[in-house]
């Protein structure tokens, strides 16, 4: 029986192509149910204070960075969204005095255009946005080397690279609401892919690469950094690979409530507690990760409950 097209967007798979049962399942999942979702292997936490949340976030970066020798580099991999721990660890290497000489970043994601990678002058520049938001907040003598800060270019070969000899202790990111990680976006229903999304194995071998992005996720930028203004918003992006991410040892996604939707964050919950893996939902992937971690501020998480404006 062929799967429902898309209510989104016709052209492509997303979550709105599943069987509608596990849809009733997610929307009644309450706050008091997350921890019941828990199991080997994926962790959830909650947090009552968004200043609780970024924290943590934040402690993340130094936590790993903390762990980085000459003989063993380390790094993580993180986000431009949410953004507010960038700051927050910026405070923290300088008030701990941390040295980061022998710690990595690697940048998610950067937007695609002409045939090359944007340079940091865009307005939605991701590596600018982590250099403004963090790292030229460093005071120089604790600095990060700037041959350790991996962003993702047009030629992806040194970014691939680059994860070669170094521990990734965490991949720290949101969830987008075409349920992405990254911008590992469900792919257009055309082609090879015209009668079913592809197989888990097929995406979880795609490495670092270009991608066009899901409608979705085009009018969320749009939404979130953007005020609105879909035209500024590339179509295309380079975005770091689930080969890359199953080389992190842990996988940390963080829900503030405002990048995703109630709905959204309660379906990936239950797709990765219950080992329901499908493309189309390129979140649940992350159900065969070793390590997976669910972090959620209380206040964010709100209801499916029907409620007319």
Request: net charge negative.
């Amino acid at each position: 029986m062929a799967r429902p097209l898309s209510k989104i967007a016709p052209e492509w798979w997303d979550y709105t192509t599943l069987e509608p049962d596990i849809f009733q399942e997610a929307a009644r999942i309450t706050l008091e149910d997350l921890p019941r979702l828990a199991r080997p292997g994926f962790t959830i936490q909650i947090f009552d204070t968004l200043e609780e949340f970024y924290l943590a976030e934040a402690l993340e970066y130094i936590n790993a960075w903390r762990q980085a020798t000459a003989d063993n580099p380390v790094g993580i991999c993180g986000p431009i969204g949410p953004t507010e721990q960038l700051p927050l660890v910026a405070r923290l290497v300088n008030d701990l005095g941390l040295s980061l000489r022998n710690a990595h970043f690697w940048g998610m994601d950067e937007w695609y255009m002409d045939g090359k990678e944007v340079s940091e002058e865009h307005p939605l520049s991701f590596a600018r946005a982590d250099r403004e938001l963090c790292f030229n907040r460093i005071k120089p003598e604790l600095a990060m080397p700037e041959e350790n800060i991996h962003f993702p270019k047009a030629d992806v070969s040194e970014y691939e690279r680059s994860w070669d000899g170094v521990r990734c202790a965490v991949m720290q990111g949101g969830q987008g609401e075409v349920k992405h990680w990254a911008f590992n976006d469900p792919v257009r229903r055309a082609g090879r892919y015209a009668d079913a999304p592809p197989t888990p194995e097929e995406y979880r071998a795609l490495g670092t690469r270009v991608v066009e992005l899901h409608p979705l996720t085009l009018v969320q930028n749009a939404r979130t950094s953007g005020g609105g203004n879909i035209p500024l918003v590339p179509t295309h992006a380079l975005t770091v690979g689930p080969l890359q991410t199953w080389r992190a040892e842990q996988v940390s996604i963080w829900h503030p409530g405002h990048h995703e939707n109630p709905f959204g964050m309660r379906l990936t919950t239950l797709m990765i507690s219950k080992r329901i893996v499908d493309s189309s939902v390129p979140m649940s992937l992350l159900a065969d990760h070793p390590n997976v971690k669910f972090s959620f501020y209380a206040g964010g998480f709100k209801t499916c409950e029907t409620e007319m404006h």
